[in-house]
């Protein structure tokens, strides 16, 4: 079967309409020594059986979740996902929508966005969500783009390096070619969350930014860092990379937060090797008009019956340039379906029993780990992440314990060399007793 359905006289025919003679010559303008002039050196063509045999043979030189227990989480987490969600997700209406700039055809579209923002503005304690963001990272660094606009000629941010430092990365790219500043908030290395005495008379800031749970896995007091910003007429922009830690402990809103954003993957989306994501994103009402992407209302036809329309779309493709809240030209859309689809499947009551069991599992997981030798890194309170002190030795350990099918934590020395030989651990509802017993048990003897 041809890839390309063009026949060397339609190929003759274009090219004698552009003006050159041959393939070769739309490739002028680069120099020959970036191009390669021989023919690509391709395996011979396969029949389908022998494509999917070698395919699968490619597939096994490499390890997936469902051969290993992974014991790892810092922004992607392994959740269970119920089977109505890839089903229904499955119909066509669903997966071959497309951005819907005309409602009188997308209703059934702007409905399940309509539903997302709702559920996401509960789950937050917002008054009002967008319709998603790319991700939980850009979700951030468009937060505090919106705090500058309405700080009133306010340039500076502080952000905490509790913050997972993907997203500090993101934001950091993002304000690279602005006048903006960003000051770093230390975290107290006791206690895991930000330094508090850090946050006060910081002066002229257009927003605080903190992350609870943090990278670390600890539950920062949002209310103490919303108190401290609006003192100094801040905004608190509170983001997270485990929004199911919301079923437990209180959300963001009722903190005092005023503008939430983050990571929606754990909300029944796959991990899938990395992506995609889902930048949840939500405000207080009286700063709607700087929200960025976009926002579906709910509204009457003549008629009186209920529909849906874009209340707000303050992007570059519907206004000025220059009038624009954000270049964000898409969205999540299916994701954001999927996880409007898992929190109502789970339902509030789900919610909490889901992010208990949670809880219950890493704190069995660390009592484990405990008695297998290593020590706890910080005092505070956390949800389904926590640091632990390795024993000497435990590097080469885990290596060894990688060939058993066993992912032990993440090493914090990459991002904080001040921790060099520390780890952050994950468990969810998905990490068995058995696993998490097999894991301590292989180190006990180990060491």
Known sequence: MRYLPHTEEDVAAMLERIGVSSLEDLFAGIPES????????????????????????????????????????????????????????????????YTPYQPEVSQGTLQAIFEYQTLTARLLGMDVANASMYDGASALAEALLMAIRLGKGRKKVALSSAIHPHYRQVVATYFAPTEFEIIELPYDPETGVTDSNALADMGDLAAIALQSPNFFGCIED??????????????????????????????PGIQGADIVCGEGQ????????????????ACRMAHVRNLPGRVVGQTKDIHGKRGFVLTLSTREQHIRREKATSNICSNQGLCATASAMYMACLGGTGLRKL????????????????????????????????????????SKIRKRLMEKGMVAGLGLGDFYPELEGAFLFCATETASAASMDRLADAIREAI
């Open 34 to 97: 970036c191009r390669s002039l021989r023919p690509m050196d391709l395996p011979r063509p396969l029949s389908e059986w022998d494509l999917t045999a070698r395919m699968e043979s490619m597939a096994a030189t490499m390890s997936g979740g469902a051969s290993h227990s992974v014991f790892l989480g810092a922004g992607s987490y392994s959740h269970y996902i119920p089977a109505l969600i890839p089903q229904l997700l499955g119909r066509s209406e669903f997966t071959t929508a």
């Open 355 to 394: 992010a208990a069991l949670n809880r219950d599992k890493a704190a069995y997981l660390k009592t484990g780990l405990e008695a297998a030798g290593f020590t706890p890194l910080f005092k505070s309170p956390v949800f389904n992440e926590f640091c632990l002190k390795a024993p000497e030795g435990f």
């Open 266 to 281: 754990s909300l029944g989306i796959p991990q899938s090797f990395g992506g995609p994501g889902l930048g949840m994103f």
């Open 222 to 251: 949002l209310q103490r860092a919303a108190d401290l910003a609006h003192g100094e007429k801040a905004l608190l922009v509170a983001c997270f990379s485990e929004p199911l830690a919301f079923g437990l402990i209180k959300n």
